[in-house]
């Protein structure tokens, strides 16, 4: 299966991402992604992108996934993702438990009195455990919930230019790439016919470094355009204590092969 999506924000963020999913075998299915995201012009207008490799092995009821992910714009911010997680199946429900350290780089640049400049990176180290569970309560109703808690080694409000940066997690384009202290999520899906999905979906986030909040809703719908093509188009809204709320919005296309 082939992914082609694209997203943007009134705030002039958007994001454009790329995925290949391919089943060597029965009980395994591989993941490649490759995109580029750009933030808000009132932030720092970072030029991010996105490289990404997963695998999910399943046996009868349980499933096992890796996923490492390089994120970032070598002159603002770079983060280096390794994740796990173990997620047991049956019919009517599937609950998963992951873990995820991340790797962060924070380059910045030093004056001295003499006027001459010097380069330095930090890096900053964190882990995070999530939660997700499903459970089919009718023939073509489905619930969704998802917890994420993050944890960092270092004090992030003593690193430099970290206020500047804590704007990513302001816009829903960047999130996943920010200093969240934790995301909470739920979601609800309804079947149509054969092959059409509406999904409506609740999170809030809160920033690791100021415990501002950023609270969306977005609804989703997949539905068939071609024998083997599928577009989803998705429309959400974001609201978050430090930034002005906004309308986001996009499209995916999956092809599928044989």
């Known amino acids: 299966m082939l992914g082609l999506g694209a997203q943007a924000d009134e705030h002039d963020a958007h994001s454009f991402l790329g995925t290949s999913y391919f089943a060597p075998g029965p009980r395994t299915w591989l993941t490649f992604a490759a995109g580029k995201s750009s933030t808000p012009a009132e932030g720092e207008n970072i030029e991010a992108s996105t490289l990404l490799i997963g695998v999910d092995h399943r046996l009868d009821k349980v499933g ?3 996923e490492a992910e390089r994120w970032g714009d070598s002159g603002a911010l770079e983060t280096t993702d390794l994740s796990g997680s173990v997620y047991f199946d049956r019919d009517r429900w599937r609950v998963g438990f992951g873990y995820e350290t991340r790797d962060i780089e924070i380059p910045f640049t030093l004056t001295g009195p003499l006027g001459g400049t010097i380069h330095r990176t930090i890096d900053v180290a964190g882990d995070s455990v999530s939660f997700d569970a499903s459970v089919a309560l009718a023939e073509r109703w489905r619930l969704y919930l998802g917890l994420h808690e993050n944890d960092y080694e270092r004090n992030l409000n003593v690193l430099p230019r970290i206020a500047t940066l804590n704007w990513l997690s302001a816009s829903a ?16 899906e309804r079947t149509f016919g054969a092959a059409t999905l509406v999904n409506v979906r609740f999170a809030t986030d809160a920033s690791a470094i100021d415990g501002a909040e950023l609270d969306t809703i977005e609804a989703a719908v997949l539905f068939p355009i071609g024998r083997r093509v599928d577009l989803e188009v998705n429309l959400g809204h974001g609201a978050s204590d430090f930034f002005e709320s906004g309308l986001y919005g996009g499209l995916l296309f999956l092809v599928y092969g044989r």
Do not use: E, G, K, P
Not at 173 to 187: G, M
């Open 173 to 188: 384009l960047t999130l996943a790439n920010s200093f969240l202290d934790h995301d909470r999520s739920f979601a609800v």
């Open 64 to 66: 096992f996934t890796f």
